[in-house]
């Protein structure tokens, strides 16, 4: 019973702050790479930053000194802290895990919506 379920959007202001979480169940969390995406109606979703068992990240260009990700791994729990946020960061976003040398084993979970807005 694999499980990724996200948690924490909502409604904030420009500017203001955000913190999600996904919380994974069902597999093997320590050694999979972790990533958050993002979603608009009618367009592609698109990768928000990634972290890989070692710690290592990688962000989207427009999101870069804004946002950070991280995870705990005794708690299975990756997070996304999305600060001075904008109104094109509005999206629905999504947690994923994708296994480390195997990248065709992947998880998504059902998404969670930010909306920035004033």
């Known amino acids: 019973q694999v499980q990724l379920v996200e948690s924490g959007g909502g409604l904030v202001e420009p500017g203001g702050s955000l913190r999600l979480s996904c919380a994974a169940s069902g597999f093997a969390f320590s050694v999979y790479s972790m990533g958050w995406y993002r979603q608009v109606p009618g367009k592609q979703r698109e990768l928000v930053a990634r972290i890989g068992g070692g710690g290592g990240t990688n962000y989207a260009d427009s999101v870069k000194g804004r946002f950070t990700i991280s995870r705990d791994n005794a708690k299975n729990t990756a997070y996304l802290q999305m600060n001075s946020l904008k109104p094109e960061d509005t999206a629905v976003y999504y947690c994923?895990?994708?296994?480390?040398?195997?990248?065709?084993?992947?998880?998504w979970g059902q998404g969670t919506q930010v909306t920035v807005s004033s």
């Open positions: 994923n895990g994708r296994r480390i040398y195997s990248s065709s084993t992947e998880y």
